[in-house]
């Protein structure tokens, strides 16, 4: 194993209706993407395959429910949002989950890479996600795409929280830098990458305290997740369109984002193609 794997994970989060498209990630992974070194799954609350592990060579890791998402509900009286998108501040509460993956057990790691389930791997990630100068940074996308000029008008962090409560909404974003932040860009948290020195300035613990102390999240831990590491820290940066000079696009949600006619072939990663299917591979 190189020195690059032995000091990079990857990382997946999953529940058990999930779990499906996170063996789908896991498999491109290891082959697609040519992934020799460690994956560790967090499985929430059920008990993962000892046979897929084992012949995937997944390490699984348990953690404790994020049980603040209880009294999240109760604060926010199990309705959603008034400007909710879907309604996922109460049905999708899992995705607080996310926030595991900046525990302090990851520290063995130097590098630390995470993958929504379901993410198409498409490609080496030694030439691809692995190529990204990382140190004492946190790289994930802009939410705004690679083919609209930043910021996208579309795309600001206002779209992120709820006006629900409005003086709840004003007081916390004069907390990590005023009113002015809403009309900036943000990260988009399906896939990124960040180095575990910044766990030296950013807490898990910090950040599930902010589920109760903050609930404006339309996008649960997505939302929370800016306001601490982009807005607070200032730890993000911009995933690139390409690595290098290489003509393959590193990320993007679907290949219908591009202006140009384009396959699965001309990506690194992919959110949610439609020139492949889940069942093709």
């Known amino acids: 194993m190189s020195v690059e794997s032995s000091s990079t994970v990857f990382v997946l989060v999953t529940d058990a209706p999930y779990f499906s498209k996170a063996k789908r990630t896991i498999i491109d992974l290891r082959t697609r993407g040519n992934w020799k070194g460690d994956i560790v799954l ?65 520290t063995k790691w130097e590098r630390v890479v995470f993958l929504d389930a379901g993410l198409r791997v498409l490609d080496d990630v030694y030439d691809s996600i692995l190529q990204l100068p990382y140190k004492d940074t946190f790289l994930a996308p802009d939410d705004g795409g690679n083919y609209v000029q930043s910021p996208n008008p579309d795309k600001l962090f ?46 898990k613990d910090e950040m599930i305290e902010g589920i109760i102390q903050y609930p404006i999240c339309k996008t649960n831990e997505m939302t929370l997740m800016n306001l601490f590491i982009h807005f607070k820290y200032k730890l993000w940066r911009p995933f690139p369109v390409h690595i290098h000079n290489t003509k393959k696009i590193l990320f993007d949600w679907c290949e219908t984002n591009n202006p140009e006619l384009t396959t699965w072939k001309d990506y ?8 492949i299917s889940f069942e093709d591979t």
């Open 42 to 106: 967090l499985p929430v609350q059920f008990d993962v395959s000892q046979t897929f592990a084992e012949f995937y060579n997944i390490q699984v890791k348990e953690f404790p429910p994020i049980l603040e998402k209880n009294e999240l509900l109760k604060l926010l009286h199990y309705t959603p949002f008034v400007d909710s998108i879907d309604g996922r501040e109460i049905n999708k509460i899992n995705q607080w989950e996310k926030l595991h993956v900046f525990d302090p057990y990851f």
């Open 158 to 203: 206002e779209t992120q929280v709820s006006k629900t409560f409005y003086k709840r909404m004003v007081d916390t974003v004069n907390v990590f830098g005023g009113i002015k932040i809403l009309k900036e860009t943000y990260f988009l948290n399906c896939m990124w990458v960040y180095d575990t020195n910044i766990l030296k300035t950013i807490s």
């Open 268 to 275: 690194n990663f992919l959110k949610y193609p439609c020139t």
